[in-house]
């Protein structure tokens, strides 16, 4: 489908302005803390992205009203009706997302049970929906599995208990936030993601009635409160897709400011770019990136969950590390398949090997699993056009920056994998001065 096909002319830097809106990492997840309420609420800051659009849907199959607010980007959700939906309706609208599974608390809570169809995905490595249901079942949810996908019931209603995750999991502590806020008594959290976006989503709840506190050790304790209101809180701006715009203007030796981008949640990333060798500068409207001349210098990276490097930072910045002058070693520690999307960088010039041993500073828990997770990027290497199959998300923004970056033209195809995440992404390149173009 020519539709799901982009050329780009690459050899042009990145010139210009782009918007960076609400973090996809939170708003979805805030559009379903709209059920739990007894009022309407009210999101603002809300990107055009495949995410919201499959939560919106989903919602209005449960009998939310959604509508658009008084200003560009705001939604008004009213759970005033939530009913059920039908099981066929909701397999074929949730698609490949794995949101679906946040939808488990709030509508055992509202409704008293819950369907979840087979989940989807990116295909970076195992993101296991077992801590969700373990998670559920230890608030008393009944689960039941069937050829279609997953029945819950909470015959009992759910109740608060103790819970630790084996891995700090940003899915499973937004699963434990949504369904204790309204389950009787109190759950203590250990070993909880603290992501900027679960303090966004607490910040959420916290408006809707919800007692939550967060210690320094990754414990989160949740008192069950007997209703929630309706909210009204603007999104946090979306980090991630601001630092793939700053690897984008790095690799192509350009200069791209990223209004609503924030400083405070980029912190790890600002410094990493900076040891890398690109500039940029705060304001009160957002961040410019860019790339000052000269060459680029090699780095040892390694990602880890918040505060630490971000995985989904790491892609698009080996395609800047390509261009560096040595040795970068890179050791991805969250998703061990996240490196796979290197087999494409090689094969437009890249000089990037995979090693199954963690290359960084600490062992990790995919050390003795066989996974390739550490690489060793050489550099500098010039890149080449070529024909590119985007393998997901973030991996496919990070083959449009290598095709921006090479000499010649690259035919990308399944770009329709990046609008899940970022938002209006063509026409924000034609902003920025890329030369691209439907087939």
Same mark, same amino acid.
């Given at each position: 489908?020519?539709?799901?096909v ?6 042009t830097?990145?010139?210009g ?6 973090? @996809?990492?939170?708003?979805? @997840? ?12 009210r999101?603002?800051?809300?990107? #055009?992205?495949?995410?919201?659009r ?49 939808? *488990? ?16 995905? *990116? $295909? ?13 079942r230890?608030?008393?949810a009944?689960i ?8 819950? #019931? ?6 608060? *208990?103790?819970? !630790?995750?084996?891995?700090?999991s ?28 679960? #303090? $966004? ?33 603007? +999104? ?5 897709? +601001? ?27 600002l ?13 009160d ?16 990276? #390694? !990602? ?15 395609? +800047?590390? !390509? ?23 090689? +094969?437009m ?8 041993? *963690? ?16 690489a ?15 393998? $997901? ?41 890329? @030369?691209?173009?439907?087939?």
């Open positions: 489908m020519t539709d799901d982009l050329l780009v002319h690459g050899g830097p990145l010139q302005e782009i918007r960076i809106r609400g973090a @996809k990492n939170l708003v979805p @997840k805030a559009m379903v803390a709209a059920l739990l309420g007894n009022t309407p609420s999101l603002q800051n809300v990107p #055009e992205i495949r995410d919201v499959v939560v919106r849907g989903l919602l209005q199959l449960h009998g939310v009203t959604v509508r658009g607010g008084e200003e560009e980007g705001e939604l008004v959700l009213d759970p005033s009706r939530v009913e059920s939906a039908n099981v066929a309706d909701i397999d074929a609208h949730a698609g490949s997302s794995r949101i679906p599974i946040l939808f *488990c608390g709030p509508l055992l809570h509202r409704l008293g049970h819950a369907f979840i169809p087979g989940l989807g995905g *990116c $295909d970076i490595g195992g993101r296991p929906v077992d801590f969700h249901f373990d998670v559920l230890q608030f008393g009944v039941e599995k069937r050829a279609d996908g997953q029945y819950l #019931e909470a015959p009992r209603g759910l109740r608060g *208990c103790r819970i !630790t995750l084996p891995y700090p940003v899915g499973s502590t937004e699963q434990v936030l949504l369904t204790a806020v309204l389950a009787e008594g109190v759950t203590e959290l250990s070993n909880a993601a603290v992501e900027p976006e679960i #303090e $966004d989503l607490i910040c959420v709840l916290q408006k809707m009635g919800a007692i939550i506190s967060m210690d320094t050790d990754r414990r989160i304790r949740i008192t069950g409160v007997d209703s929630l209101t309706g909210y009204t809180h603007r +999104a946090l701006p979306d980090r991630l897709e +601001a630092a793939s715009w700053a690897s984008a203007a790095l690799a192509t030796k350009g200069s791209v400011y990223a209004r609503g981008a924030s400083q405070r949640e980029m912190m790890t990333f410094n990493v770019f900076r040891k890398v060798g690109g500039a940029f500068e705060v304001d409207e957002g961040i410019r990136f860019w790339h000052p001349g000269g060459p680029l210098n090699a780095i040892a990276l #390694e !990602t880890d969950v918040h505060p630490g490097f971000q995985t989904d930072w790491q892609q698009p910045l080996v395609v +800047a590390l !390509t261009q560096a002058s040595g040795l970068s070693i890179v050791h991805e520690t969250v998703y061990e398949s996240r490196l796979g999307f290197t087999e494409a960088l090689n +094969a010039g890249a000089r990037i090997q995979l090693y199954r041993e *963690c290359l960084g500073g600490t062992p990790c828990r995919f050390g003795q699993r066989n996974f390739q997770h550490s060793v990027v050489s550099g500098p290497t010039p890149l080449q056009g070529a024909d590119l199959v985007i393998p $997901d998300l973030r991996g496919g923004f990070s083959y449009l920056i290598a095709a921006l970056a090479a000499q010649g033209t690259s035919r990308v195809h399944g770009i329709e994998l990046i609008n899940r995440g970022y938002e209006n992404f063509v026409r924000k390149l034609d902003d920025l001065g890329a @030369k691209v173009e439907r087939p």
